[in-house]
Nanobody, 120 residues
Framework: QVQLVESGGGLVQPGGSLTLSCVASGFSFSPYTMGWYRQAPGKERELVAV???????NYVNSVKGRFTISRDNAKNTVYLQMNSLKPEDTAVYYC??????????????WGQGTQVTVSS
């Protein structure tokens, strides 16, 4: 089965930390740009962080300085280290993979999502 599976979500207090993992099965993601998205109830899904095949990273402004995305191609795994969590970070977090071909997102894949809840 070709899939992306997220794990590591859960309940954490404000100011706490969580590390999310996304493992690819059935394909090697070394040629893929990898990203983390999140979606809260009633809100649009937004890009949180992205990492290219060359290791370049970008983040949405609201998480800069708090979140870190990384990848381990040998393990087909991408991570999202989340520090100083805030209640507004509460959402379902999704792993995303795609290959850029002539400016288009191709061979795109999505994980099922993992819930992150930041609350006291």
């Amino acid at each position: 089965q070709v899939q992306l599976v997220e794990s590591g979500g859960g309940l954490v207090q404000p100011g706490g930390s969580l590390t999310l993992s996304c493992v690819a099965s059935g394909f090697s993601f070394s040629p893929y740009t990898m990203g983390w998205y999140r979606q809260a109830p009633g809100k649009e899904r937004e890009l949180v962080a992205v990492i290219t095949t060359g290791g370049r990273t970008n983040y949405v402004n609201s998480v800069k300085g708090r979140f870190t995305i990384s990848r381990d191609n040998a393990k087909n795994t991408v991570y999202l280290q989340m520090n100083s969590l805030k209640p507004e970070d509460t959402a379902v977090y999704y792993c995303n993979a795609y290959i850029s071909i002539q400016g288009a997102r191709t061979y795109e894949r999505w994980g099922q999502g993992t819930q992150v809840t930041v609350s006291s």
